[in-house]
């Protein structure tokens, strides 16, 4: 937990406040988004659901044999057992997931699915430079699945960084990565708050985990969720805006968080297919292919390294 305060107290120290969205995954946050994925406002999940299904022999087949998988952020788990079985025996499957409780819970009922696929679940927080829990070899077909457009959540010169991470630290040969795409402002907006108020939950939860685990005592009721779309950034921005003057106490230390004041929560970028083979080539990656769904909300890639040719 000192790395989940030291960065609370530097964020609401913050003249712009900010806290990272990662902190929203704790197993009640993870539990959370998976109501909004099922949420009829939020297209993603879904959209990018049956891009996989309408394509997975494709996609397995650009994965090519003995695969050993690798997904960081892996949540629910559930879209990569859309094409698992289409795979050439793969090698092996490792979910990656902040939280660790989560993903083992999760990947025990997915073993029952998928009982010829050894499957090695990981606590594992993919934003720090730490070291890896699992040894790599660089010899096999080390493939990296990056859906839900996570993406987007990297600044773009963070998600440059990241790409290239995956070469230099996950010795990836290629990655299956789900982008969404820019399209109209009230389709964007309305994903990211629903009418059920399940994302203002969502969003509220890191505020939750501040107080269950720092020893916080912020009242959840004097902020408001807010969805904002940053035309200029081509991005969606969460945010928590205060209600009221609120004086918190964290782990001893006070902030003040002034009326109608903002602590950004987290950035979701939209990107064209062409901003996105931008953005993949800086990082030393080519886009194999492409796959858009009819309505052109959301594309699933995959990139190779640019010297695979």
């Known amino acids: 937990m000192k790395s989940f305060l030291q960065e609370v107290s530097r964020g609401l120290s913050k003249k712009n406040k900010k806290l990272s969205s990662k902190w929203f995954y704790d197993f009640h946050g993870s539990k959370l988004f998976e109501e909004i994925t099922k949420l009829k406002e939020y297209y993603p999940t879904r959209t990018e659901r049956k891009i996989l299904k309408d394509n997975k022999i494709e996609i397995a087949d650009k994965i090519g044999k003995k695969a050993v998988l690798i997904e960081p952020g892996a949540g629910d788990i559930k879209k990569i057992g859309i094409f698992l079985s289409n795979l050439d025996k793969p090698k092996k499957y490792?979910?990656?997931d902040i939280s660790k409780?989560?993903?083992?819970?999760?990947?025990?009922?997915?073993?029952?699915?998928?009982?010829?696929?050894?499957?090695i679940p990981k606590g594992?927080?993919?934003?720090?430079?730490?070291?890896?829990?699992?040894?790599?070899n660089s010899s096999e077909n080390i493939t990296i699945f990056f859906p839900g457009s996570t993406i987007g959540n990297f600044e773009k010169k963070d998600a440059v960084k990241f790409l290239k991470m995956l070469?230099?630290?996950?010795?990836?040969?290629?990655?299956?990565?789900g982008v969404d795409l820019v399209k109209d402002i009230?389709?964007?907006?309305?994903?990211?708050?629903?009418?059920?108020g399940i994302t203002a939950k969502f969003n509220k939860n890191i505020l939750q985990r501040i107080n269950t685990e720092l020893g916080g005592d912020i009242n959840l009721n004097s902020y408001k969720h807010l969805a904002?779309?940053?035309?200029?950034k081509k991005r969606i921005e969460m945010r928590l805006k205060s209600k009221k003057n609120n004086n918190i106490k964290i782990?001893?230390?006070?902030f003040l968080i002034k009326k109608n004041e903002e602590i950004h929560t987290?950035?979701?970028?939209k990107y064209t297919i062409r901003s996105f083979k931008n953005l993949t080539s800086e990082a030393g990656w080519r886009i194999k292919k492409t796959w858009v769904d009819d309505k052109k909300l959301f594309s699933v890639h995959c990139l190779h390294l640019d010297k695979l040719g």
């Not at 987290?266 to 970028?269: A, D, G, V």
Request: net charge positive; hydrophobic share 30%; proline share 7%.
């Open 266 to 269: 987290e950035n979701s970028h």
């Open 186 to 196: 009230p389709t964007l907006i309305s994903a990211y708050d629903d009418k059920k």
């Open 94 to 96: 490792i979910p990656l």
């Open 228 to 232: 904002i779309y940053n035309k200029p």
């Open 124 to 136: 594992y927080d993919f934003s720090k430079n730490n070291k890896l829990p699992f040894k790599i």
């Open 101 to 119: 409780d989560y993903i083992t819970k999760i990947s025990k009922s997915f073993k029952k699915k998928f009982p010829k696929v050894t499957i």
């Open 251 to 254: 782990n001893g230390s006070k």
């Open 167 to 177: 070469k230099s630290k996950f010795k990836a040969k290629k990655i299956i990565i």
